[in-house]
């Protein structure tokens, strides 16, 4: 049997394993099999000797370790330097490589919608536009690196500000703004925090004053996509604004992790979305 497996702690809630054996049956991977480790910090080098050992074929990781694994592998793509933070784990030539498929992932999500979602907004035109990010966490890196090159005023801001500042020495066009603060007007709003994640959680920012109907076009984001609609995302629909949760960011890392590692391109379609309702 080839192995996969994504690693994290905590693992239980993870929707990978339903994703990738739902393409490894689709394009008859049949000798492949994708399960969930629950790992500790000190378990990382192992994982990393049964990937270089061919005993585990590719992995992905997860909260809290995809800036911790980095000690431990041979290389790291381009990406997964620039953000110090690596969801994926192949052997390439006998070295152990990270790679970050969540930042290509999520720039999909917000290319891909445009123009046939209602919730979808230009990628094309976002010169100019403030984006305006919430948090500084595991991910967040991988955001700001998809939207660095796109000629947009990046405002970032997190309850514990260093972390904002720590991101900003990565990222040096960033603007750092205080936990509470908003920007002048914001086009994007990205809640890369994990609030939200527990029912009746709400990121403590009023965006009550977007209920105007010019910021009808602006897009308010959430990463998760369990629960489907966090309060933050109930409140911008209420008020008129563009929603999108984070489950084709999800799918579409899921999907480079996959071509990484077969080199198939697997298909999102309507079936794969439907296995995370
Ligand atoms: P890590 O920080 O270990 O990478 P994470 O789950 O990737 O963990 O990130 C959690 C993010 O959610 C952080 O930005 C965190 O803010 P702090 O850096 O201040 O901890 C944010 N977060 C978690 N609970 C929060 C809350 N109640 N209010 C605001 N932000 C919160």
Same mark, same amino acid.
């Given at each position: 049997?080839?192995?996969?497996?994504?690693?994290?702690?905590?693992?239980?809630?993870?929707?990978?394993?339903?994703?990738?054996?739902?393409?490894?049956?689709?394009? +008859?991977? $049949?000798?492949?099999?994708?399960?969930?480790?629950?790992?500790?910090?000190?378990? =990382?080098?192992?994982?990393?000797?049964?990937?270089?050992?061919?005993?585990?074929?590719?992995?992905?990781?997860?909260?809290?370790?995809?800036?911790?694994?980095?000690? !431990? $592998?041979?290389?790291? #793509?381009?990406?997964?330097?620039?953000?110090?933070?690596?969801?994926?784990?192949?052997?390439?030539?006998?070295?152990?490589?990270?790679?970050?498929?969540?930042?290509? *992932?999520?720039?999909?999500?917000?290319?891909? =919608?445009?123009?046939?979602?209602?919730?979808?907004?230009?990628? @094309?035109?976002?010169?100019?536009? +403030?984006?305006?990010?919430?948090?500084?966490?595991?991910?967040? %890196?991988?955001?700001?690196?998809?939207?660095?090159?796109? *000629?947009? @005023?990046?405002? =970032?801001?997190?309850?514990?500000?260093?972390?904002?500042?720590?991101?900003?020495?990565?990222?040096?066009?960033?603007?750092?703004?205080?936990?509470?603060?908003?920007?002048?007007?914001?086009?994007?709003?990205?809640?890369?925090?994990?609030?939200? $994640?527990?029912?009746?959680?709400?990121?403590?920012?009023?965006?009550?004053?977007?209920?105007?109907?010019? +910021?009808?076009?602006?897009? !308010?984001? #959430?990463?998760?996509?369990?629960?489907?609609?966090?309060?933050? =995302?109930?409140? %911008?629909?209420?008020?008129?604004?563009?929603?999108?949760?984070?489950?084709?960011?999800?799918?579409?890392?899921?999907?480079?992790?996959?071509?990484?590692?077969?080199?198939?391109?697997?298909?999102?379609? #309507?079936?794969?979305?439907?296995?995370?309702?």
């Amino acid at each position: 049997m080839k192995k996969y497996l994504v690693i994290g702690s905590p693992i239980s809630h993870s929707l990978s394993p339903l994703i990738h054996n739902h393409w490894m049956k689709k394009y +008859h991977l $049949l000798d492949s099999v994708y399960e969930k480790r629950k790992v500790e910090e000190k378990d =990382l080098k192992n994982i990393i000797d049964e990937i270089r050992e061919g005993e585990i074929v590719g992995a992905n990781v997860t909260v809290p370790f995809k800036k911790l694994i980095i000690p !431990f $592998l041979d290389e790291l #793509d381009f990406t997964a330097k620039e953000t110090q933070s690596v969801n994926t784990l192949f052997k390439v030539n006998n070295k152990v490589v990270g790679y970050n498929t969540d930042s290509v *992932g999520f720039w999909d999500s917000i290319k891909e =919608l445009y123009p046939y979602s209602k919730n979808s907004i230009d990628p @094309n035109s976002l010169d100019s536009k +403030h984006i305006f990010i919430l948090g500084a966490g595991g991910v967040t %890196a991988s955001i700001i690196s998809a939207l660095k090159n796109e *000629g947009a @005023n990046i405002f =970032l801001s997190n309850r514990t500000k260093e972390k904002a500042d720590e991101l900003k020495k990565l990222f040096p066009g960033l603007k750092v703004l205080e936990w509470g603060k908003k920007p002048p007007a914001c086009n994007i709003v990205i809640n890369t925090t994990s609030v939200g $994640l527990i029912k009746d959680e709400e990121v403590k920012i009023d965006f009550s004053d977007y209920d105007k109907d010019f +910021h009808k076009n602006t897009l !308010f984001y #959430d990463l998760i996509y369990n629960p489907k609609e966090t309060i933050f =995302l109930k409140k %911008a629909k209420l008020r008129g604004n563009k929603t999108m949760n984070g489950k084709m960011m999800f799918l579409n890392q899921a999907k480079y992790a996959f071509n990484i590692w077969t080199k198939i391109v697997p298909e999102i379609n #309507d079936e794969v979305i439907k296995l995370l309702d």
